[in-house]
């Protein structure tokens, strides 16, 4: 997937979570209640699902005739019989009213609203009867399914999709110990997942319930004709009379198999068809409808159709609604009420990453916002990171070598190579290899940034450029040290110039862009080089760098010890000013010397500064509102460079080179020091 897609995906993910995610979680609560419906309903309403049960229960018409008795003024529009022996008849008017009847006694034991008491109310919530016209709050509800199926749950598992399958495993742990963020987008990405397919199995199974045109499709897509239309009553002789409930009941069960459920509605106009149906004995699931159409005069059975004989689109229909309501046994509703916890999870945790990075990419001077548009991972530990300006607007250039600040949060600042060619206008592409002792640079860019984030960064700056003379370009990297010069060996390449890389890694697995320098235009210009022993390493190094030919030079980047080998191997055959070097770290030994105190005079501003020993020069000038601007703080990143006038310094930084260091002329004020009491600055 490209990044550009990514991104539009990410934001339409994003915003359509925020704001349909109210709808959903409205739906999500008020179907949780409805999801234990069965087992919690006899408790919290035992009138409605409960009396004393009896060998031989009374007449049907005798409980009818009890419940119209009570609700004199309705008009009666259907019998619902109870599932099993114990369970009231429901004797419903068509003003809503529905009166509950002790089968045993005849007598009622509840009157009720169609959508009274607390699962009633939640069903009429769960599915929008609320509102006037039924149309609309189908609309409403499927509408919501819709966008979570495809927008949320369709759009979100293209986002999750790793990179290799190789970090199918890390995509797919949720890690407790984050902290942030970080933890956030675990979080919704981890449970995102598991609780993608329950998720997507409910709102599939929502959308036959709330559209026709679904059921009509479900229909054209089996081969399965359309529903007949309902049977109609013959022209009833003058004067006859519909029969009772109970006559019509007992003329359904002639031939239906003892059924457990059944719902008889009465036929709205003389010609109507009585419609009953029941779920019967030993049935699939409780959606499992047989139909029986009566004459409501005759009683004669228009048509039968048992739920086994009926086409395949009624029962995917009907199997799906049944799949909705968790009528397939606890282990369904437990995991439907998983999935659907799932929501608020999600919505929280989603909710709280986008306001953390917000909250995170606060512009300060100097400095400006991008967006990431693509994470890869490179390598086993190292991440790529692809940055575009912030609504198609374009980045400052850069050479090959150039690093830029990226702000990672208020306090800390990182360095990092541009490792994609400088001609490639309107994107960064940064590599980040996650530190075992990170100090929250390479963390939390692994685990808290995503596509679609900001981050401040600050333009592009090159203390490591390609030299624009030379005849030839050797490129020596180590591990993540390929990063500036993966950039270098494309420019290169772009200009036709001469130039070789060298890279070594552990093994493969370890080697960022392994794929990308492997294209077949490198071939004969890049080599890889894997598990190459200390000694090894010297003999190869000392074949490769044996000599220096007029022109050449020399880069190299990587781990400290490696850089030292070749530096070793090349001394006194390579001139210092072909050799050059970019550090990713502090020297540990370069640093470890006596901290002792001192004078820094500033030449310009004619002030003298006490320079203690247990702070930097930069802390000082900082202190006293002397306006040096420092980045990584370690003399590496160059950003603290200021010119010295008089005096020897101490120079502890892995920025300069031995002929700067030689000259004098430049100090990196946040961690070199003073040789003797005083030193003089221009500043
Ligand atoms: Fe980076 Fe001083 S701030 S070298």
Known sequence: MTSTLRVRLLQIHRWTGLSVGLLLLFLAVTGLGLQFRHQLQPLAEPTTTRVASCERPTELDDQIAAARAAHASGKLESVILGEERGAPTQVRFSDDATLFVDPCSAQVVQQQARWGGLFGRLEQLHRFRFLEDNDVANAITGGTAIVMAVLLVGFGLALWWPSSLRWLKTSATLRPGLKGRAFDLNLHRTVGLYASVLLLAVAITSLPLAFKWVRQSINVAVGSPPPPAKPKSAEPPPGAKPLTMGALWERAQAVLDHPTKAVISLAKTKNDAVEIYAIEQGASHAEARSYVYLDAYSGKVLRFEPYAASSLGNRIYRTSAAIHAGEFGVLLQLLQFFGTLAIPVMGYSGISSFVRSRRSTRVEAGSFQVEVASVRDEAIGIKSFELTGLGGKGLPAFTPGAHINVHVDHETVRQYSLCNDPDRRGRYRIAVRRAPDSRGGSQALHERVQVGDRLVIEAPRNHFPLERGARHHVLVAAGIGVTPLIGMAQALQRQGKSYELHYFTRSIEHAAFHDELSQPRFNGRVN?????????????????????????????????????????????????????????????????????????????????????????????????????????????????????????????DAFLSDKERKAGDKIMVCVSRARGDQIVLDL
């Open 528 to 652: 890889f080089h894997y598990a190459v022993e200390p000694e090894r390493l010297r003999e190869l190094l000392r074949r490769v760098l044996a000599e220096r030919p007029e022109g050449h030079h020399l880069y190299l980047c990587g781990p400290r010890r490696f850089m030292e080998v070749v530096e070793e191997t090349v001394a006194g055959r390579w001139p210092a000013e072909s050799i050059h070097v970019e550090h990713f770290s502090a020297d540990p030994q370069a640093q470890a010397g006596p901290c002792v105190p001192f004078e820094v005079h500033l030449q310009r501003s004619q002030r003298t500064l006490d320079v203690p020993a247990n702070k930097s020069i930069a802390d000082v000038l900082c202190h006293h509102g002397i306006n040096v601007v420092t980045s990584c703080r370690q003399g590496v990143c160059g950003t603290c460079l200021t010119g010295v006038i008089a005096g020897n310094c101490d120079h502890r």
